[in-house]
């Protein structure tokens, strides 16, 4: 079964994170949560993402709060997509409306669940420039969940070229 547990750093172009957060900032503007996805390759123990995919969402506003939902004819489009492109999906992204953590719904509804990728959670609807320091990021542990790692090493595993 593959997994990414080798990968101790991951580099994201920034022209594609500038895409991402248009995108996130542009839904966060409506007062919606939002959803993009990070596919790529791995080389040895580094994670080069090369591709943004937006799947099609529904976003809503409810009496629980703000959630996104990607349906499954949609998961496999994507499935398809990354198969065509000789990619793997590793990363994905959402905003929320304030702080950032991920919440009880991000623990369960994730697209991304090879053990070993990681979801991470941007505050106040993607407002801010991009600043890892102020990201929540999360990584898929076997048989654990999904683990915050800590702030400390962030900068470590995230390379923004």
Not at 36 to 43: D, I, K, N, R, S
Not at 51 to 57: E, H, V
Not at 144 to 160: A, C, H, P, R, Y
Request: glycine residues 4%.
């Amino acid at each position: 079964m593959a997994n990414f547990t080798n990968i101790s750093r991951v580099k994201f172009p920034k022209d594609i994170l500038l895409e991402a957060f248009a995108f996130l900032r542009n839904a966060g503007s409506k007062g919606y949560e939002a959803v993009v996805l990070f596919a790529g390759t791995t080389q040895e123990d580094t994670y080069l993402i090369q591709r943004l995919y937006i799947p099609f969402q529904n976003s809503y506003k409810g009496p629980e709060g703000l959630m996104y939902r990607v349906d499954q004819e949609e998961l496999f489009k994507l499935d398809d997509w990354l198969y065509d492109n000789n990619l793997s999906l590793f990363c994905q992204m959402h905003t929320h409306p304030s702080e950032a953590y991920h919440s009880i719904a991000d623990d369960r509804n994730c697209i991304v669940t090879t053990t070993g990728g990681i979801s991470i959670v941007i505050p106040d609807f993607a407002k801010a420039y991009i600043n890892t320091s102020i990201w929540a990021i999360y990584r898929l542990v076997y048989n654990s969940g999904w683990e915050e790692i800590d702030q400390k090493l962030v900068n470590t595993f995230i390379e923004i070229i």
